[in-house]
Every structure is written in C-alpha cells, then in structure tokens.
C-alpha cells in the first residue's frame, strides 16, 4: 500500500510564493511517478505536473508552466512543489498520487492524500 501526506498549503497575497510537500509511505517500487493534482469548488481536478519516481522525467500543465517547479527527494520519500507568482486562480485543494501506470494517465492515478488548501487572495 502507498499514502500520501500533504502539508504547506495556506493564503498568499498574488505574486506571492508557497512550497507544498508530499511524504509518501509504503512500497515505492509499485508506482512510476507522483503526480499533483488541484481542484477548485465546483471545478474537475486538474493534473497540473508530475515527476518519474526513479528517472529525470517530468510534466508540467500548461496553466502552471513558468510558474511552478517539482521536485523530489527519495531518501526523504518527498516530493515538493515550488509555486512562484501566485494568481487568485490558483486557489484549489492541492493532492498528490502515484502513477501506477507510467504513462501519465490521469485513470492511472491513485492512492490520493487528502489534500492541503491553497488560498491566493489580496
């Protein structure tokens, strides 16, 4: 089994900046990458970007490219999202899951943490 803890989540000003973080626990080896995703009220979860577990591959959507890098330590078994130059679009539950099926298809997603508000208003 893989869980997923989600923490560094709050409320910025726009412009400002948030790191979150994803700690995952249990068998590793059973997925290829970690993925974040966002929802807003009312809106459909967003895949946003991802990152390989073992290898240099990532993914970015488009509506953060520019803005927001991932990152992860695996000897701390984490995964960081630096967000730069926050919108008010931005505002969304952020999660983290694992890619069971390495191709980055959002059905192959699992595992879901429980999420950690981010909230961009002046």
């Known amino acids: 089994q893989v869980e997923f803890v989600e923490s560094g989540g709050g409320l910025v000003r726009p412009g400002e900046s948030l790191r979150l973080s994803c700690v995952v626990s249990?068998?590793?080896?059973?997925?290829?990458?970690v993925g974040w995703f966002r929802q807003a009220p009312g809106q459909e979860r967003e895949f946003i970007s991802g990152?390989?577990?073992?290898?240099?591959?990532?993914y970015y959507a488009d509506s953060v490219k520019g803005r927001f890098v991932i990152d992860r330590d695996n000897a701390k078994n984490t995964v960081y999202l630096q967000m730069n130059s926050l919108k008010p679009e931005d505002t969304a539950v952020y999660f983290c899951a694992a890619d069971y099926g390495g191709f980055g298809h959002v059905a192959d997603f699992g595992s879901w943490g429980q999420g950690t508000q981010v909230t961009v208003s002046s």
């Open positions: 990152i390989s577990w073992r290898g240099g591959s990532m």
């Open positions: 249990g068998r590793t080896e059973s997925f290829y990458a």
